[in-house]
């Protein structure tokens, strides 16, 4: 097999320069994604059509000399798999219709894998195109992050409704979280069986949670996949990205044991050095509004990351997703200056 630098620092191992990827690499700031996405109906289409999605998946490739490519979809597939109600709306984005504490019972794991079958197809398909030396990401969305879309009905600043939900309904809320954590280890594990190397778990939305309830429902439920998935697949290897986890970081990589973690553009380096586990492989952290101004200041950041992080394994990456307004030139100079080491 050939060395896949990402993958190796993956697994714990130091490159002579960080491999680099960007979340969100296939998105809106590439004239051709656009060009692509109006071929499919809706958003979802997109996802669920392998032709569209193995394109889109590889054209930052073609433009830029990534270590990786990630399987281009959505966390709000699984929703859509079970048997909710899950549209894309131009301008407001994601909106379901929310799950009750009478609902979730009509929730249908058992369809959820013949759903999702386009998306191991895309994997397959990529695997296939990809060269030797570049890793493959698969991902999903986290239960608690899910479920608070799957609750509220949209994204929110706050949670709020999927909060009050875990504390007035106990058992729903367990309920709905079992169903998420078992159909996400399915998912997972098809998504390796497919060809995927590597698989990323997306907390987004690790923040607005006291440390009791960052236990029970970010690292709990996360661990659980991690277990779940390396029971069927030995050793798989795992990143995890709490975003907004902040004090909690150290707490969900040791309670989790995901390979790689994945550092939010608020985290301060002083506090990945000081805090984290020595050897853990840490992910990130550019701010993405550094790379739409670009400039002096974005190359001072990049460098100043990837010295603060040099006694580790490190793999480049944003702290969140691109943006659309991203210039091109500058995420092309972004991973010129990542690669000149």
């Not at 993958?7 to 990827?21: F, K, M, S």
């Not at 490190?314 to 010129?336: C, D, K, Q, S, Y």
Request: proline fraction near 7%; hydrophobic fraction near 45%; aromatic fraction near 8%.
């Amino acid at each position: 097999m050939s060395h896949k630098p990402l993958l190796a620092t993956v697994l714990g191992e130091r490159q002579t320069r960080p491999p680099v990827w960007i979340m969100r690499q296939a998105g809106r700031y590439l004239p051709e994604y656009r060009q692509t996405r109006a071929l499919a109906r809706d958003f979802l289409d997109l996802c669920y059509t392998p032709d569209l999605a193995v394109e889109v998946s590889l054209q930052p490739l073609r433009r830029f000399d990534l270590d990786a490519a990630i399987m281009f979809s959505d966390i709000l597939v699984v929703p859509d798999a079970l048997g909710q109600k899950v549209r894309f709306e131009q301008g407001e984005g994601p909106i379901l219709e929310p799950v009750t504490e009478e609902t979730i019972g009509a929730l249908k794991p058992e369809r959820a894998l013949a759903h999702l079958a386009p998306m191991f197809e895309t994997l397959s398909r990529l695997r296939a195109e990809l060269a030797d030396d570049k890793t493959l990401i698969g991902f999903c969305g986290s239960p608690w992050t899910v479920a608070t879309y799957m609750i509220g009905g949209r994204g929110s600043t706050d949670q709020a409704a999927a909060r009050l939900f875990a504390l007035r309904h106990p058992e729903a809320f367990a309920a709905l979280m079992d169903v998420l954590v078992a159909t996400s280890i399915d998912y997972l594990v098809g998504q390796f069986e497919a060809g995927a190397d590597v698989v990323q778990l997306f907390e987004s939305w690790a923040l607005n949670l006291d440390d009791a309830a960052f236990e029970t429902q970010v690292i709990a439920p996360n661990r659980r996949i991690v277990e779940g998935v390396r029971a069927r697949v030995p050793n798989a290897p795992i990143i995890g990205f709490p975003r907004g986890a902040a004090g909690n970081l150290a707490r969900y990589a040791a309670g989790t044991g995901v390979n790689a973690l994945g550092l939010d553009y608020a985290t301060p380096l002083d506090f990945a050095a000081q805090h984290l586990p020595a050897g853990l492989t840490v992910q990130g952290n550019l701010d993405p509004l550094r790379l739409v101004a670009g400039g002096a200041q974005m190359d001072e950041r990049v460098d100043a990351i990837i010295a603060a992080l040099a006694d580790r394994p490190h793999i480049f990456n944003l702290g969140h997703g691109i943006v659309p307004e991203t210039p091109i030139e500058h995420v092309a100079r972004l991973i010129e200056r990542v690669k000149a080491g």
